[in-house]
């Protein structure tokens, strides 16, 4: 899914970004790329494509939501010509919700709609751009209660509905997540049932590579 010369994009929220210098100078892999999974699946991408051209951006911001994505999208998508994009969003817009107010929250119905919109924009301004779209999870401890259950359930039926209607490989990282809970739990994998820890990321990367690249 990823050939020669090709650009990657990665949006998402913190968990995409996780510690990437914004304004790192060019040439600086690791600071553009951050501490988390897209540094540690780019590695192997540019390790497996040496000599290929391949070139890997992160775009996540911490604390983003859909409608973050969204304000941003011409300057941090479109504009960067990828040739694959690869978004992560959505528990932001539950978290939020849950533990600083409804009205920071994103209801899943917009949602829904807004996610559609981004996916139209950009395979409009980006003809024959490659789609990734991972399902929002938890790791199901910290923070996480069951009353987010519902919620998120409905953002990864949106999702998975989406990757259907859009052509786009689905990385299904709540399901491999749910197998990984069987063998350790969510505190092991997890800071606080959102943000990984250096054992979570290792397993996103997994998912990431093996949904998108088989590898």
Not at 6 to 26: K, M, Y
Not at 71 to 93: F, H, K, M
Not at 154 to 173: E, T
Request: net charge positive.
């Amino acid at each position: 899914m990823i050939a020669a010369h090709d650009v990657v994009l990665f949006q998402g929220d913190s968990i995409t970004d996780c510690g990437r210098v914004h304004n790192a100078p060019p040439g600086m892999e690791v600071d553009q790329l951050g501490r988390g999974y897209v540094m540690l699946a780019t590695s192997q991408i540019l390790q497996r494509m040496a000599g290929q051209n391949v070139k890997v951006i992160n775009k996540g911001i911490s604390g983003n939501r859909v409608t973050d994505l969204r304000d941003r999208w011409q300057a941090d998508c479109i504009d960067l010509r990828p040739n694959l994009v690869s978004i992560l969003v959505g528990v932001n817009d539950t978290w939020h919700g849950f533990l600083h107010g409804k009205d920071r929250g994103v209801p899943v119905d917009v949602y829904g709609r807004v996610y559609r919109e981004l996916l139209e924009k950009t395979v409009q301004k980006l003809p024959g751009v490659k789609l990734v779209l991972g399902e929002p999870f938890t790791f199901r401890c910290g923070k996480v209660t069951e009353a987010w259950e519902p919620e998120m359930s409905q953002r990864l039926a949106i999702v998975r509905q989406l990757a259907k209607d859009f052509g786009a490989r689905l990385v299904p990282f709540q399901a491999e997540i749910d197998k990984a809970l069987r063998v350790m739990s969510g505190d092991y994998w997890a800071h606080d049932g959102v943000h990984p820890k250096l054992a979570g990321h290792g397993l996103l990367a997994r998912i990431w590579l093996n949904a998108v690249l088989g590898w």
